[in-house]
């Protein structure tokens, strides 16, 4: 029972950020068109972080479903998404920097 709400506690909270992505969407599109000279770390790292942010819903999407199945009660499956969205938090930090 622990691990049930563990579990739909971890998937409502990946779930979260979606409310914003419309606006993120719009953004890394506008990124990704733009012009960079050069393959220096920091535009590898800014280009890492706007596809990885773009591509979070499939993640998130592909662990709902995993997690709605009946008889998935792996953990495993519903913190994939919290830690995507840690690797954009970091990538942001380190792009910021």
């Known amino acids: 029972m622990k691990s049930k ?7 409502i909270l990946g779930g979260i950020p ?3 992505y419309p ?3 719009i953004a890394n ?3 990704l068109a733009g012009y960079s ?7 590898i790292i800014g280009y890492s972080f706007m596809i990885l942010s773009t591509i979070y ?8 479903i995993l997690f709605l199945k009946k008889g998935n ?3 495993g499956v519903t913190i994939v998404p919290l830690i995507h969205l840690l690797i954009i938090f970091i990538l942001l930090y380190l792009w910021s920097i």
């Open 29 to 31: 599109l506008m990124g």
């Open 18 to 20: 979606l409310v914003v």
């Open 73 to 75: 009660r792996h953990i």
């Open 57 to 64: 819903p499939i993640t998130y999407i592909v662990c709902l």
């Open 37 to 43: 000279s050069g393959f220096e770390i920091g535009v």
């Open 23 to 25: 606006f993120v969407l």
């Open 5 to 11: 709400a563990l579990n739909l506690i971890f998937i």
